[in-house]
């Protein structure tokens, strides 16, 4: 009971949360899911998950980035 309900505080949800952000910020709208993963690592940082919150924040700009890349190059290897 006690471990789970210290695993499972309001930090570690905000972290989880915020790398399925950044997982979604590969796959779709990658700036707003990005801006999404990064805000909310930060909110894990804030309350004390450090490690999970600047892990959500890297991979949000990380992916971000790398989505809006492939993003456009498959866009303009559509008009060919």
């Known amino acids: 009971g006690g471990s789970k309900s210290r695993w499972w505080s ?29 805000a909310l690592g930060h909110q894990a940082v804030i309350r004390g998950k450090k490690g999970l919150g600047w892990t959500a924040m890297i991979l949000s700009v990380v992916l971000a980035v790398v989505g809006t890349v492939l993003g456009g190059y498959w866009g ?3 008009t060919l």
């Open 10 to 38: 309001v930090g570690n949800h905000l972290g989880v949360a915020g790398l399925v952000s950044a997982v979604l910020s590969f796959f779709f709208v990658p700036i707003l899911f990005g801006i999404i993963g990064i």
């Open 76 to 78: 303009y290897l559509l």
